[in-house]
């Protein structure tokens, strides 16, 4: 119990006269589960945590962004160089036998989480809650070739499977909902300068709070994100695989046809999923010979922009079933400093013999803003002088 800043055998029971837990501003009823202690004094901090679901391990485990989870103060994965000292026996060049130290490297591995880790240990919290989300403005997938604006739905609901019943509503998605999340503002679709990204707010009002004493520590969050109906949310081709990389050869000239290079994917992709402009990024490059160079280039953190050689205009109706593709393209590693593409010698001859790998859209993701609140030790008693 030493480690704790309440006691949990001291319970608070609530009469029908009594000020609601919900209500902050009375400090006495906020620390009532407190060890007493005068030389103590406790303070409400509030906690910011950002969650970006780029960060999640997207290829093995949460493929999905709409279906993720989040750890606090999660291990990761390390390597490590063990060396181990030995004695071995060895002939010297006068033919004598001797005792020589000899010394073996072994490379080894320490497999983390693969969840999405935040790199903070949170304790004794007292509250909660969902403050505001973006989320891609783009079609979800309903199967069978069907798409559905995300406006087109009231709200979206956030289940949380380690909290609920933070609202209470007139159906069992909206039961076990931990927030429910409207646009902030008015957008209107097929405008020239369409938003890629919706924000929205929680129409959840107050905070899952954790009572009569605080939630001792926050180890994951395990998050899934629905329609009003309890649907659960999914982009037809968030993530994609490689099946080829060649050189563009729509030129004559081997030098243009090498300032971009073509992507060929295993998947067929929908034009609602990927547009032009939006940023990709390459994880798990492997090839038949290594090529540092080529992979180096592809899983560049800062991702590379989709390009695709003719225009695209949504179909209506029936048409847009059909309205697929397993091609775009990427700039080659070049300058423009002469206003035209000089592509950098290493790349002009690589090999994409047997190469494979992974492919997220970056514009196809979800960001998260979570207010949490614990209860922690003031300073304020601390007497501290300037010498």
Do not use: C
Not at 60 to 83: C, G, H, L, M, P
Not at 93 to 104: A, C, F, L, S, W
Not at 147 to 175: A, K, T
Not at 336 to 363: A, C, E, P, Q
């Amino acid at each position: 119990m030493s480690n704790l800043l309440y006691n949990p055998d001291h319970i608070v029971y609530q009469t029908d006269n009594s000020e609601t837990d919900s209500d902050f501003s009375e400090d006495e009823n906020q620390q009532s589960f407190l060890v007493k202690n005068d030389d103590v004094k406790y303070e409400i901090n509030k906690i910011q945590v950002l969650v970006d679901t780029t960060n999640r391990d997207w290829i093995n485990s949460y493929k999905s962004v709409f279906d993720f989870q989040v750890r606090f103060n999660a291990s990761e994965t390390s390597v490590e160089d063990i060396r181990t000292t030995y004695l071995k026996h060895v002939t010297n060049e006068h033919g004598t036998d001797v005792t020589i130290y000899d010394e073996r490297s072994e490379i080894k591995t320490y497999q983390g989480s693969n969840a999405l880790s935040i790199p903070i240990s949170i304790k004794n919290i007292k509250s909660l809650y969902l403050e505001k989300m973006l989320i891609p403005n783009r079609k979800v997938y309903l199967e069978e070739g069907n798409y559905v604006n995300l406006l087109d739905f009231p709200l979206l609901s956030i289940h949380i499977d380690e909290f609920s019943n933070v609202v209470y509503g007139s159906n069992s998605n909206l039961n076990n909902s931990f927030a429910n999340m409207t646009a902030l503002s008015s957008i209107y679709i097929g405008t020239p300068t369409l938003q890629k990204f919706i924000e929205l707010k929680n129409i959840t009002r107050l905070p899952k709070v954790f009572k009569p004493v605080p939630l001792n520590t926050l180890n994951t969050l395990t998050i899934k994100i629905k329609d009003n109906m309890g649907n659960q949310l999914k982009f037809r081709n968030e993530q994609l695989e490689i099946e080829k990389i060649e050189y563009e050869n729509s030129s004559s000239d081997p030098a243009v046809s090498k300032n971009f290079l073509k992507i060929t994917t295993k998947t067929y992709f929908s034009r609602l999923d990927y547009l032009e402009g939006d940023i990709i990024i390459f994880k798990n490059i492997k090839l038949d010979t290594i090529n540092s160079t080529l992979i180096n280039y592809l899983e560049r953190e800062s991702g590379h922009k989709i390009f695709f050689s003719t225009a695209f205009t949504e179909k209506k109706n029936i048409e847009s079933l059909n309205d697929l593709m397993n091609v775009f393209y990427i700039t080659n590693k070049s300058s423009h400093t002469t206003g035209t593409f000089d592509v950098d010698s290493d790349y002009t001859s690589m090999v994409f013999t047997g190469i494979r790998g992974n492919i997220l859209n970056k514009n196809l993701q979800v960001i998260m803003y979570f207010t949490i609140e614990n209860v922690e030790k003031s300073f304020v008693n601390l007497n501290s002088q300037i010498i």
